[in-house]
């Protein structure tokens, strides 16, 4: 059985950092891809950021590329997100998302999904 464990939320203030981490277990996802999405009240669900796991190749969203790092730790088999200068904007659930196999910035093509974390920047 897939987990998807997403942890680091918080509240924090604008321009503070903060960073996020996703482990996944139950099977192997060396040539998937896993990602970042976050989801705001009233708002869709949208793509923040993604990463192959073979070859590493990162991919951001517009609103969040120069801020945000995301990362990988293949001994703890964990994805991070390292995001930095916050804003209120940034607020919203952030859910990580795995066994992505084409489009990464697609939510329907992860089957894997953590529960979310609450990221809150308040002004």
């Known amino acids: 059985q897939v987990q998807v464990v997403e942890s680091g939320g918080g509240l924090v203030q604008t321009g503070d950092s903060l960073t996020l981490s996703c482990t996944a277990s139950g099977r192997t996802f060396s040539s998937d891809s896993m990602a970042w999405f976050r989801q705001a009240p009233g708002k869709e669900r949208e793509f923040v950021a993604a990463?192959?796991?073979?070859?590493?190749?990162?991919y951001y969203a517009d609103s969040v590329k120069g801020r945000f790092t995301i990362s990988r730790d293949f001994a703890k088999n964990t994805l991070l997100l390292q995001m930095n200068s916050l804003t209120p904007e940034d607020t919203a659930v952030y859910y990580c998302?795995?066994?992505?196999?084409?489009?990464?910035?697609?939510?329907?093509?992860?089957?894997?999904w953590g529960q979310g974390t609450q990221v809150t920047v308040s002004s």
């Open positions: 998302a795995a066994g992505g196999q084409f489009s990464v910035r697609t939510p329907a093509d992860y089957p894997y």
């Open positions: 990463v192959r796991w073979v070859g590493g190749v990162p």
